[in-house]
């Protein structure tokens, strides 16, 4: 079996050779390290608190589902809306943000989003609480908080050499821990102080970062706009195939995660009879294990490669879903199964856009950020749906989890013997 340590190419290089390596009879000696720019960490760090703050913004409506169900006497159809309209918009959102992102780079985009996005955060927790349709309306608009990884991505991409960005990019997912931070705070605050509280907080936190990154985030080195209409680069980087392939793997491995961080309370009561809040806190246990992966899974690309991250982590995903699917007990085999579960779809989710670094052309890493983003968090909005309806129909979950063992292997099969071939030379668009 051909190793799966492909040499890497930067866009614009040609295939075939390493930049910094010398051609001809003499074996090629391995580069030298290229350094990282002054303040690329800095820019790491204000992007990543960034997309933290953005992403609390966008996880908001989530934590009160219940709240507002009861108040608002929602049916559960009208409930799943609610909670699932930001998510969808948010998604879909990344692919035009995305895009101008590549036109605007990020100094624009991050304070103009995250300002954008204080306007609903205030709605929903000032205006809207009393009316179902104005709720919905104001998550709609509230989506536009997850549309900042596609900002994100590329803005640290851009700032590391290529040795260096699986790391960097891995750091900058932590950020999606802001969904912790809104499910651990929301309903604390709004108990103890006022259901508009935390929405004041953080419309708070978007216009103080805001601030701060229109006068500290700068464009990286030699950053070169990209031209045309967003919409055409958009399109045109979507039909592209590499787009499409890292698309299927983001909806496995983050989709994943989003799937599991939002059902797993109701699977862990339907399933396991826990009480709300023993369900709450284990699912809590599986995000943060999952977010403290995914720089893991970014730094082990930049020491191996992608491929073969990602195809032992879709194989743990597949054997540990195989083994959750015969619902044993939680103690210890179905704890060790989920953790198993979370730590590699953690670092599955770091290792695709480590390897979207590898592979993406230059000046797309944008568009095809936000394509692949919309895929991950589409992949997370339809197995909830699917886990409700099988349990509807069964009385249990063992054929959804039998289902993702098999996209799970399929995942992984298809990372080796697809995605191994492409890694060593830039796409072309």
């Known amino acids: 079996m051909p190793s799966a340590r492909t040499t890497r190419h930067t866009a614009g290089s040609t295939p075939g050779t390493t930049p910094g390596t010398t051609t001809g009879g003499a074996a090629a000696s391995r580069p030298a ?47 799943s809306l609610l909670v699932a309209v930001p998510v969808v918009v948010g998604s879909l ?22 300002a ?25 608009v509230l989506g536009l908080g997850g549309t900042t ?37 929301t309903v604390a605050l709004k108990d103890a102080l006022a259901l508009s509280f935390p929405f004041v ?17 700068r464009d990286p080195p030699g950053r070169q706009p990209a031209s045309g209409s967003a919409l055409r680069r958009a399109w045109d980087t979507a039909r592209m195939p590499v787009t499409l392939q890292l698309s299927f793997l983001y909806a496995v491995g983050f989709g994943g995660f989003v799937a599991f ?14 009480t709300p809040g023993d369900a709450a806190v284990r699912t809590a246990g599986f995000v943060v294990l999952a977010v403290a992966m995914r720089p893991i899974g970014g730094w082990l690309s930049d020491r191996v490669h992608p491929v073969p991250v990602l195809v032992t982590c879709f194989s ?7 083994v959750s699917a015969f619902e044993r007990p939680l103690a210890p085999v179905g704890t060790i199964a989920f953790l198993a579960m979370a730590a590699a779809l953690g670092t599955a989710s770091g290792a695709v856009f480590a390897l979207v670094a590898l592979v993406a052309p230059a ?61 060593g030379r830039p796409a072309q668009p």
């Open 33 to 79: 390290a290229t350094p990282v720019p002054p303040g690329a960490w800095a820019m790491l760090a204000v992007a990543t608190v960034g997309f933290a703050v953005n992403f609390w913004a966008w996880a908001l409506i989530a934590p009160l589902g219940s709240f507002f169900a009861d108040s608002l006497q929602l049916s559960a159809m009208q409930k």
């Open 93 to 114: 959102g990344r692919i035009p943000v995305g895009a101008l992102t590549d036109r605007f780079g990020a100094r624009v985009m991050f304070p103009v989003v995250t």
């Open 116 to 140: 954008l996005t204080i306007v609903p955060v205030l709605f929903v927790g000032l205006v809207a609480p009393d009316s179902y349709t104005l709720l919905v309306l104001g998550g709609v």
């Open 149 to 185: 990884f596609a900002i994100g991505v590329p803005f640290v991409n851009a700032w590391f050499p290529p040795e260096r960005r699986g790391t960097a990019i891995g750091i900058f997912g932590i950020g999606m821990g802001g969904t912790a931070i809104a499910s651990f705070t």
């Open 201 to 217: 907080l953080v419309a708070v936190a978007l216009a103080a970062f805001a601030v701060v990154s229109a006068i500290v985030l």
């Open 261 to 274: 961080s939002v059902y797993l309370p109701t699977y862990l009561r339907d399933a396991f009879g826990l």
């Open 316 to 322: 743990v995903v597949a054997v540990f879903a195989a």
């Open 363 to 423: 000046g797309t890493v944008g568009s095809v950020t936000g394509v692949v983003g919309a895929a991950g968090g589409l992949g997370g909005f339809a197995p909830p749906l699917l886990m409700g309806a099988i349990y509807g129909w069964q009385g249990n979950y063992r054929p959804g989890l039998a289902l993702l063992a098999a996209v799970a292997l399929v995942a992984a099969l298809y990372t080796w013997f697809a995605m191994r071939s492409l890694a």
